[in-house]
């Protein structure tokens, strides 16, 4: 709710997360302020803060309709494919800035693969270099974390169950650790998705990006069901 934070979802949809962001914004714009200020405080949060990434154009389409109709925040909303070089995306819209954002909030695609012989990207990941393969929600957590600021930037994402669990996914929650605190892993209740049509059991994980250098000891992390 602080009003200069800069929030992002790279796998937007139709804008869910960031609608949310901009609610809470408004109820304590509200809360707090007299009519006329609060008006002021939360529309120009949904102006200027609010930023979304969607490759399918259409529903990147149905994400600027929703935020007119929730009054304004679609400036800030762009069809392209979010793994793509920080670049590619920065030449579409300039304030999509690795290193930049306050916090990312996302439910990344799930069970897609991203190949090396269809996109040339690859290699630019510490979790895709060298591999044949490697799937999309995998390379969304490394996206994500290039997207906050060092030391402050804090994600909550939707991950498969399967990351924090496989033992062949050791290396992803090494890389998380690495570069994480994890402050949070609330469990999803099977169906959580499931009017979407998406069976997979999976958890909300919620990261502070480590600043450059900074070690961590033992530190509590909360768990929840």
């Known amino acids: 709710r602080q009003k200069d934070d800069l929030v992002l979802d790279p796998a937007a949809g139709s804008g869910g997360f960031l609608l949310n962001s901009m609610d809470n914004v408004r109820e304590y714009a509200e809360a707090h302020y ?12 949904a102006q200027h803060n609010l930023y979304g990434i969607e490759i399918n154009d ?7 309709m929703n935020m007119i109709i929730h009054d304004d925040g679609h ?14 995306i920065k030449a579409i819209h300039k304030g999509f800035k690795k290193d930049h954002f306050d916090i990312v909030l996302t439910n990344p695609p799930f069970g897609a693969v991203v190949k090396r012989t269809e996109k040339d990207y690859l290699d630019k990941y510490n979790l895709g270099e060298g591999k044949k393969n490697q799937k999309t929600e995998i390379l969304f957590i490394e996206r994500a974390i290039d997207f906050v600021k060092p030391g402050t930037g804090k994600i909550g994402i939707v991950l498969p169950d399967g990351i924090l669990t496989n033992s062949s996914l050791q290396g992803v929650r090494d890389f998380i650790m690495e570069m994480c605190q994890i402050l949070a892993v609330v469990s999803l209740p099977q169906f959580a998705f499931s009017h979407y049509g998406a069976g997979v059991k999976a958890s909300l994980v919620f990261l502070r990006r480590k600043g450059e250098g900074e070690i961590l000891g033992n530190y509590p992390i909360f768990m929840a069901i």
């Open 75 to 88: 400036t800030n909303v762009i069809s392209t494919d979010a793994l793509e070089d920080f670049d590619k």
């Open 58 to 64: 259409q529903i990147a389409r149905v994400c600027k």
């Open 34 to 45: 007299d009519e006329r200020e609060a008006w002021e405080h939360w529309h120009g949060f």
